[in-house]
């Protein structure tokens, strides 16, 4: 069993940045592939990042290439992700995951565990 609780978000303007933090409980963590994901009102989760178990491998959606970075520090329990040049449609609630393979990171009925979810909002 793992609980994940995401903090980070809030309000920037166009531009700006934000890093959101995902604190996972458990010992096993470290044996989780990570994902974040991102749904704004009226529109379906969608996928945003994944990092493997050891943070060696990441992978992201081409609309945050460029923009945002994934990653963990196992030792903390906690994975990342750094948000730069924001833009008002990154405007959505940002969830982290927790899956237990590495394959098909980008769907969300991939993972086993999800948090609460952060508010990001984005101002133009």
């Known amino acids: 069993q793992v609980q994940l609780v995401e903090s980070g978000g809030g309000l920037v303007q166009a531009g700006g940045s934000l890093r959101l933090s995902c604190a996972a409980s458990?010992?096993?963590?470290?044996?989780?592939?990570m994902g974040w994901f991102r749904q704004a009102p009226g529109k379906e989760r969608e996928f945003v990042a994944a990092?493997?178990?050891?943070?060696?491998?990441?992978y992201s959606a081409d609309i945050v290439k460029g923009r945002f970075t994934i990653t963990r520090d196992n030792p903390k329990n906690t994975v990342y992700l750094q948000m730069n040049s924001l833009k008002p449609e990154d405007t959505a609630v940002y969830y982290c995951?927790?899956?237990?393979?590495?394959?098909?990171?980008?769907?969300?009925?991939?993972?086993?565990?999800w948090g609460q979810g952060t508010q990001v909002t984005v101002s133009s």
């Open positions: 995951a927790a899956a237990t393979g590495w394959n098909n990171l980008a769907q969300v009925y991939t993972y086993n565990y």
């Open positions: 458990g010992r096993t963590f470290s044996s989780y592939s």
């Open positions: 990092i493997s178990w050891r943070g060696g491998s990441t």
